[in-house]
């Protein structure tokens, strides 16, 4: 009877040295990007300095499709752009081809298969920080931003394709405005009936992401298709995304650069209208230039458009401040008027610009568009450059 307790005794004290020594201090855990891992098979613990835990669940959680091999205790793991390969009792393991040496070999206990943790951390981009006061280890794991991209750029394309079919209030649901939108949707829904523009992202990439935070930048062709005229531009365009309720919506988009589309054969083709208006029309850009050597801002503000007591006040404010600052002289070398209707006219100037200080000139192409009031009168609604060299002449 004794024999038989004494070998009970040892094989019961066998089985004990058998199990890692953590049953009696705090258990170990672990945390991947703020989630605590659950562990069902066994129970992470600290040998040689080193937080050995159950394979298969941290391999999922890291991103890893698990192959396992019991016969030749071989644990292969598996991403897009990981091939990563350990065997039990072997401290080397093979990371996309390469040997790696771990500081400890995966071990086998109670048909629980236990790895070293920091390694595989680090293998799949990570990082694992050991906190001794509370006995976890937090591992920041690398988040894989290929979904995130694929998710921005359907997005910023749905958006284009919600603006092409002119559906304003869809455009916005992609939106994060941070308030209500429904004078937004009000003030798109007014462009559509003014401008038919046809837009084309020509090239979109996905500059950053941060978390629920990302930017983007496109360059989108915008191309008149009727309407009220404005020229064909190539737009590039930065976005601002955030991603709320797990989904990515549109913060901001920022015109970082355009180009208008209109060559000088273009400008230079003559469009077909009554002469008479035409004169008038020709007359009136002169006189701009001619009050803009002259500084003279109460003459060329009655050649504009007029929005208002308030707005026609700041563009003049605008314009003094300009001639505060610069002293330039103009000389209108050539136009054309390319684009008629009934109510509008775009006409092609090309000009030189003399700094009176300097004595320095430079050639500038731009685009005015002329509209018709109710009463009659042209006046000059909008411009834009088209280039502007600087080499002295």
Do not use: C
């Not at 659950?38 to 040689?48: C, E, H, I, M, V």
């Not at 709320?244 to 273009?266: P, Y």
């Not at 007029?306 to 401040?321: F, L, R, V």
Request: no cysteine; hydrophobic share 35%; charged share 20%.
């Amino acid at each position: 009877m004794k024999k038989l307790i004494s070998l009970l005794g040892t094989s019961l004290l066998a089985l004990v040295l058998a199990v890692p020594a953590f049953a009696a201090e705090q258990p170990i855990k672990v945390y991947i990007n703020g989630s605590n891992v659950s562990f069902t098979a066994g129970t992470p613990y600290l040998k040689n300095n080193t937080v050995l835990v159950p394979f298969r669940v941290i391999f999922e959680k890291l991103g890893l499709q698990v192959l396992y091999n019991a016969q030749t205790g071989t644990i292969n793991g598996t991403s897009s752009s990981l091939k990563l390969s350990l065997k039990i009792g072997s401290n080397r393991a093979t990371l996309n081809g390469t040997v790696k040496k771990m500081s400890t070999a995966p071990l086998s206990i109670g048909g629980t298969t236990y790895i070293p943790l920091r390694f595989i951390a680090e293998a799949t981009g990570g990082t694992a920080v050991w906190d001794s006061g509370s006995r976890s280890v937090k591992i920041k794991a690398a988040v894989s931003t290929v979904t995130d991209e694929k998710d921005i750029t359907a997005l910023i394309h749905l958006a284009n394709q919600y603006y092409n079919t002119e559906q304003a209030s869809r455009f916005y649901s992609l939106v994060d405005a941070g308030e209500d939108v429904t004078g937004m949707v009000a003030d798109m829904d007014s462009s559509f009936e003014l401008y038919d523009v046809k837009n084309t992202i020509e090239s979109l990439k996905v500059l950053q992401i941060q978390g629920n935070e990302a930017t983007a930048v496109t360059v989108e062709k915008a191309v008149r298709t009727g309407g009220v005229y404005i020229p064909d531009e190539n737009i590039e365009y930065l976005y601002e995304l955030v991603r709320k309720d797990g989904k990515w919506k549109i913060a901001s988009m920022e015109v970082q650069d355009r180009t208008v589309l209109l060559t000088r054969e273009q400008g230079m083709t003559a469009a077909v209208l009554p002469q008479a208006t035409a004169t008038t029309i020709k007359d009136k850009l002169s006189k701009y230039y001619q009050y803009m050597s002259a500084e003279n801002t109460d003459a060329i503000s009655a050649l504009m458009t007029s929005y208002g007591e308030e707005y026609d006040a700041a563009t003049k404010s605008d314009m003094q401040d300009y001639f505060d600052t610069y002293d330039h002289r103009y000389t209108l070398d050539n136009s054309n008027i390319f684009y008629y209707s009934n109510e509008e006219a775009a006409v092609y100037a090309e000009t030189t610009i003399k700094d009176a200080d300097s004595g320095e000139s430079y050639k500038q192409s731009l685009i005015f568009l002329f509209v018709k009031s109710e009463e009659g009168a042209w006046t000059v609604d909008e411009t834009y450059n088209l280039s502007f060299d600087g080499d002295q002449s």
